[in-house]
Structures are given as C-alpha cells and as structure tokens.
C-alpha cells in the first residue's frame, strides 16, 4: 500500500548543497536539465554535459540567470578520457567533486532481427560504458577527497522489465541497476553512496513508446498531463523526477545505497531486486523428464510478466 508522505516540518531548513559540486552527463536538456537545474536550486555548483555544444551552453546560462554556478563541458561520454575531462572541469571549476549523475543516452531502437552491431554498440557505449567509465573516475576523485560523496546512476523501467524493440537499451539499463547495487558495496568503506534512479517522465525517450506518445504531445501543447497518468502509471515531466536527485546528493541521504528508486508524476517507489519467487526440489537433483513433470504445479505456476505496462485509461 502506498504511504501517505508527512508534510514538511515547519522551520527545518532545505536540504542544503552548497559548496558541493556536481557533474550532470547529458544535461543539455531534458531530464538530465531538470537534475542539473534542481542541484543548482539547493546550491550545488554544476558541471553540464552535453554532446550539443549550443544546448551545453544554453542549459549552464540558464542556471546562472537563475541564480545558480554552472559550467559547460561538451564531450560525448563513454570513453575514459571523456570521464577524466568532466571530473577535471569539476575540480578545475569547483575545487572538488560530490555527486555525478549518468544521465547521458541515446535511443537506436529496433527488434532483434533488425538491430545492427552498429544500433547496439551506439547505446551500450553511452548508457553502459559512459556509466562506468564516468563513475570510475568520479570514484577514484571522491575516494582522494576522502569526504564521501554520491553516485546517482540513471536506470530506467525497460532495464527492469526488458520493452520491445530495445534489446541494447534495456540491457544496458539493467546492466546499470546491477552496477549500482556492487559499487555500493565496494564504495561503502569510502561513504559514497550509489543507487540507481529509475524516472518516467515525458521526453523525446518516452514519446517512442507508442501509449505514451499521444500524452507527450499533448503536453508540449500546454495540456497537463491526466491524474490517472500521474498517479497511476508515475508519468509526469521531467522537473517532477528532478526532485529525486538533490536529495539522493544530500546529507539526508547519506544511508540510502544500492537501491533503485523510481520517480515520475506524483508517484514515487522502490523497484525490489530480483529474488527467487519460487523453489521445488526433487532428491538427487533434477532430470529433463522430472523438470517437465513439475514445471507447472510448482516453480512455473506463477510466471513473472515482461514489458512496461500499457496506460490504463479509466473508463468514460
């Protein structure tokens, strides 16, 4: 059942950042705009990453004229020199680093018999190696400071529960969900959390997905976005995701490592991690024959649904 949320406390003060400093992958626009603009609005410093040097430097002006510090580094991510030169203009800029978000990505979606090596390299590189490599040297940086820090890795719903015609996508979504759970065991000694953010929210992204596409437009039409949207399905805009991330970056999360938190509309949730959901045993171990015997009164009586999830339009 879902938790009613406690208002605010009258008087306790903001989640506060300042005088850290944050690299935001892919921050041009979009979500990783909004994660950029929502560190900035709680005093973070903000390097912004965007392949699109205009888009780069758009989104760091528009954190400055709104009272906020940002620079640009335009890079595409996924290679180790990449991630040196965001970490570098972090220091050089800031003097440290405190929180990388990965949110740099790209879409080549195609079914399996269609998809090129090319499709498939493309997105692995920028989602799966940009992590990675991003998150090395953020780790190495944070580890030398020696003051904790935090790792907020962007996953995604199809990472969780695969989606059609995004076979690299999904595989490197989850790919992402799995690094954050071992970093935040091997980086636990040095206080820097990782956790995995799982967003649903309008974007060029989800306008792919064909239920959801209808929605999008609508909203970039100044429509808002239905309370079944919002409420049941966690779709809303990119700014209702951006609130996870200042406070993934804080002192009051400084105990939340190795999850997966999912944000979109007004919902938010935590993803489980796979488990088994169901054993049988046979003495002497199992056969092809005794495993087709048994499959379906006893492991294979609850199969686990694929896919993300049609909208449920309520009924007229």
């Excluded at 040097?53 to 510090?69: K, L, N, R, Y």
């Excluded at 929605?215 to 779709?235: N, T, W």
């Excluded at 700014?239 to 979109?264: H, K, N, Y």
Aim: charged content about 20%; proline content about 6%.
């Amino acid at each position: 059942m879902p938790r009613p949320v406690a208002p605010p406390v009258e008087g306790k003060p903001v989640l506060d950042l300042t005088g850290k400093a944050a690299v935001v992958t892919g921050s041009g626009r979009g979500l990783g705009l909004a994660y950029a603009h929502a560190l900035a609005a709680h005093g973070a410093s903000v390097v912004v990453n965007d392949v699109d040097e205009d888009a780069a430097e758009a989104a760091a002006a528009s954190i400055t004229e709104a009272g906020g510090t940002a620079v640009a580094e335009v890079v595409p991510v996924g290679t180790a020199e990449a991630a040196d030169r965001l970490v570098a203009r972090a220091v050089d800029a800031f003097g440290r680093l405190d929180t990388l978000v990965t949110n740099a990505g790209i879409l080549r979606d195609k079914v399996l018999w269609k998809m090129t090596d090319d499709d498939f390299d493309a997105v692995v590189t920028t989602h799966l190696k940009g992590t990675f490599t991003c998150a090395r040297a953020a780790a190495v940086r944070m580890r030398e400071q020696g003051e904790g820090g935090s790792l907020i890795l962007v996953g995604s719903p199809a990472g969780q529960r695969g989606n059609f015609g995004q076979t690299n996508y999904a595989a490197a979504k989850a790919g992402i969900a799995a690094m954050a759970r071992t970093w935040s065991m091997e980086l636990a000694r040095a206080r820097v959390t990782v956790n995995a953010i799982v967003p649903v929210a309008a974007t060029a992204m989800t306008e792919t997905i064909p239920a959801f596409a209808p929605y999008v437009e609508a909203l970039r039409s100044g429509e808002p976005l239905p309370s079944f949207l919002r409420k049941g399905e966690g779709f809303g805009t990119p700014e209702d995701c951006a609130a996870l991330v200042p406070f993934l970056a804080s002192a009051a999360a400084r105990d939340i490592t190795g999850q997966c938190v999912g944000i979109g509309g007004d919902r938010l949730t935590l993803w489980s991690h796979p488990q088994e959901v169901n054993t049988a045993y046979a003495d002497g171990g199992w056969h092809p024959e005794t495993i087709a015997e048994a499959w379906h009164s006893s492991v294979g009586s609850a199969p686990q649904s694929v896919g993300i999830p049609a909208p449920r339009v309520p009924a007229a």
